[in-house]
């Protein structure tokens, strides 16, 4: 019987199958159900995903707003010379267009974080391979986060690492590249990315760590940058330059592989030396009082957003003169210092012999007493009454011996007391002297202020409120009301002019003596500085010797009542200077700020101005949205008149010219300088306040909680110094300057008067018993105009404690 064709031509399957060997039949079976395995996985992923997509991605953040970027902005306080004198808010940032970010930043930020950025779709899986097989075979360790997707995470996205993260993450990756431009992409993070050091933005960092603008940046600076954002801390060029460096080499090197730059630039870049900043005082205008005074007044007007929109602040400083008043009133109040008993070591630590050990507590140490400026820090190795070694931050190491040992004899000597003894594990202030070497220091009880404006408007060209802002916030120049002594004679002067007397009327400087019943309660003896009474003399002379009787007699020639009211038309208030004859020697409360404000109406002939800090305040963009205009000066602004102003200024040049203030004129060596001392009693204030007719400043020194300066402490040994130092600087290139005799005024043998006083020649005298204005005042117990009657001389008893004892000089 023939075979079934139908059945030849389709054997058994199974049959089939059954004749192979049993290994195969697995395999295929395995590989069977493998494929049937990875579709329904395949198949699942895709449903998971699309579940995903489903829920999350109608929870994506809205990022239409980074069509318009806008990230939170620090306010910055400005100098008039464009200087960066303080910055508000938590972020360091200056936002800078794409386009004005130079080429050499951006392609040292594309070599080592994103090469392929232009050419992929947000996600680069080119670079995720290349990631992954770098990593797996050890080579230099390589992250596959694109730009794109670290601006997702940066700017919406938390820190957490976990799967739905990571998936919004690529949700938002793509929805950024469908919305925004690469450049648009590019700029987001370029201005977001936090760098190190408060810095955000490679713009704020080339500030922070070079002091330099970013279209500034060198291929080698750009490199140190754009190594950055992968670990701040870890790559900081402060912190940690060896690390930085090896980063900065390897991004060279990325650039050169890139194409971005030659081999022969990636020589010369790893070649270049680079100036990094050695710290935050690095090249630092030390405005600090000037900036929180700032803060406060456009705090008050647009409250948080004062920290965030980005308002740049133009003051009326002058960052040069800053500069110098600040290191004039260190350097006055360090002098100052160096002449006071050593009162020990700021404090003790014990130093283990294990020299890992030891460098660990010395570092400790130092990070509990920072540097103060040029005021540093530093722990006792050894000590003894020749020498003392000590080490300072960085393992730099101090040796102190011939002179700089003086200012702590005291706390070498072998009966020093234990907390004033210095020794192994002191932790001790050095700082340099002018010959480079090492001197022992400590750091100052006392304190000062400092303030100068133009005279002719009020803008405030320098403002030091005290020693250190970080050590003291409050403000001296605006906030300290403290006895101006001498220095307010010449408002009690600048009275008696209005009341008929002249430079040339003379009044007697002899005794004076107020018993009981004139005071109310204790006598009251008042003395001059020196203790010594010279007889009859002019006025002039009166005010170049500081002579206290000369004052007083003036006063109660002219009445208390009215000379409290004369100075308020120089900006004090009446409430705080009581109408006693102690405002003659200066018993009152004043501001420093008030008294260059009032010194400047001698200046200017006569006119009020009110200081003033702030120019303009302009928004992130440059849009001005506040600016100040001050007015020309006219008659009504005008606190006394013309005449007054200058024979004022003709008194006060002289007393810079001969008299206590002599030191001014003969180390400047010009003659428009004019001023006043001024030391109250026991030396516990001192002041020089004074001007050249385009400047006028103001220097006070003395303890927060008034006690003694020291009793040859004076107001020309300490405060005249830094008025000195600084105007010496100001006024460098600044031509001799005049002022202008105005109308109404003669000069008659050499002497200024008013012209309705110059026949009489102006010879008149108080206190001698001769012809005077006001002679029936002149003696105690009587008032101006009432021949005998009684005269308030000093306060109610509750008053006396403050004020009873006099002021000198």
Do not use: C
Request: charged share 20%; no cysteine; glycine share 8%.
């Amino acid at each position: 019987m023939p075979p079934n064709p139908s059945t030849s031509a389709s054997p058994d399957p199974k049959s089939s199958l059954s004749s192979r060997p049993p290994w195969l039949r697995w395999l295929i079976k395995l590989s069977l159900w493998g494929a049937g395995l990875a579709a329904a996985g395949a198949l699942s992923i895709l449903m998971v995903v699309a579940v995903a997509l489903a829920v999350a991605y109608p929870n994506l953040p809205d990022i239409s707003d980074l069509s318009d970027y806008r990230p939170k902005l620090p306010m910055r306080v400005y100098s008039a010379d464009g200087v960066v004198i303080g910055e508000f808010g938590e972020e360091r940032r200056s936002l800078t267009p794409i386009k004005d970010i130079p080429q050499v930043m951006k392609d040292a930020v594309l070599a080592i974080e994103d090469a392929r950025f232009f050419s992929h779709g947000g996600v680069d899986y080119l670079g995720v391979i290349r990631a992954g097989l770098a990593n797996v075979g050890r080579a230099k360790s390589q992250g596959a986060s694109t730009i794109t997707m670290q601006v997702a995470r940066n700017v919406y996205l938390s820190a957490e690492k976990s799967y739905t993260r990571k998936i919004y993450e690529i949700l938002l990756t793509f929805k950024l590249e469908h919305l925004l431009t690469k450049d648009q992409i590019l700029e987001i993070y370029m201005n977001q990315i936090f760098l190190g050091n408060r810095a955000y933005g490679f713009a704020a960092a080339s500030e922070a760590y070079f002091g330099k603008p970013l279209k500034d940046i060198t291929i080698a600076e750009a490199a140190m940058l754009a190594g950055l954002p992968k670990a701040p801390s870890a790559y900081n060029p402060i912190i940690n330059p060896k690390r930085a460096r090896a980063r900065q080499l390897y991004i060279i090197e990325r650039m050169e592989d890139n194409g971005f730059i030659t081999s022969a630039q990636a020589t010369a870049a790893k070649a270049e030396e680079l100036s990094v900043r050695s710290g935050p005082d690095a090249g630092r205008v030390h405005a600090e009082y000037v900036a929180e005074t700032v803060r406060q007044m456009v705090f008050n007007q647009y409250g948080d957003q004062t920290y965030t929109r980005g308002l740049n602040v133009y003051t009326t400083l002058r960052a040069t003169d800053q500069t110098m008043a600040y290191k004039a009133l260190r350097k006055g109040i360090m002098d100052y210092e160096r002449r006071q008993i050593y009162r020990g070591p700021e404090k003790f630590v014990d130093l283990p012999a294990d020299a890992a050990e030891l460098e660990d507590a010395i570092d400790d140490a130092l990070t509990d007493n920072p540097d103060n400026g040029d005021v540093m820090s530093a722990v006792v190795l050894e000590a003894n009454p020749k020498r003392i070694l000590a080490l300072r931050q960085n393992s730099e190491s101090v040796e102190i011996t011939g002179d700089g040992l003086k200012p702590a004899q005291s706390g070498l000597s072998d009966k020093a007391a234990p907390n004033i003894k210095i020794r192994r594990g002191a932790v001790i202030r050095v700082a340099k002297t002018p010959k480079g070497t090492w001197e022992i220091t400590q750091l100052p009880e006392v304190e000062g202020a400092f303030v100068a404006l133009d005279p002719r408007d009020g803008a405030i060209r320098a403002l030091v409120g005290g020693f250190d802002f970080e050590k003291n916030k409050f403000n001296h120049v605006t906030q300290a009301w403290r006895q101006p002594g001498s220095s307010f004679k010449p408002f009690i002067y600048s009275a008696a002019l209005e009341k008929g007397f002249t430079p040339a009327t003379v009044v007697n400087d002899a005794p004076l003596f107020f018993d009981a019943g004139v005071t109310g309660g204790q006598p009251w003896e008042p003395k001059n500085y020196d203790g010594k009474f010279e007889g009859p003399m002019t006025l002039r002379n009166g005010l170049k010797k500081s002579k206290n009787m000369i004052s007083i007699r003036i006063l109660q020639a002219i009445g208390a009542p009215y000379a409290q009211e004369w100075v308020t038309r120089f900006g004090f208030d009446a409430e705080k200077h009581p109408a006693y004859l102690t405002m003659a020697l200066g018993a009152g409360s004043v501001t420093p700020m008030q008294m260059v404000t009032a010194y400047s109406e001698f200046a200017n002939g006569g006119y009020r101005i009110n200081p003033y800090l702030v120019t303009k305040i302009t928004d992130q963009k440059g849009k001005v949205l506040v600016e100040t205009k001050t007015p020309a000066p006219s008659e009504a602004t005008r606190g006394i008149d013309a005449r007054n102003a200058f024979i004022m200024s003709s008194l006060l040049q002289e007393v810079a010219r001969s008299g206590t203030a002599a030191r001014a004129q003969a180390t400047l060596k010009r003659p428009d300088i004019y001023g006043k001392t001024g030391t109250t009693n026991d030396s516990i204030d001192t002041w020089f306040v004074g001007f050249q007719p385009t400047l006028a400043a103001a220097v006070w020194m003395g303890f927060d909680t008034p006690k003694n300066l020291g009793d040859r402490e004076t107001g020309g040994g300490l405060s005249l110094p830094v008025w000195i130092d600084f105007m010496g600087y100001a006024l460098k290139g600044v031509p001799v300057t005049d002022i202008p005799v105005p109308e109404g005024v003669v000069n008659v043998g050499g002497e200024w008067y008013y012209d309705e006083y110059a026949k009489g020649s102006g010879v008149s005298s108080v206190g001698l018993g001769q012809q005077d204005p006001a002679a029936n005042a002149a003696q105690p117990g009587a008032t101006p105009g009432t021949p005998g009657a009684p005269i308030s001389v000093l306060p109610p008893a509750d008053e006396k404690k403050r004020i009873l004892d006099l002021f000198k000089n």
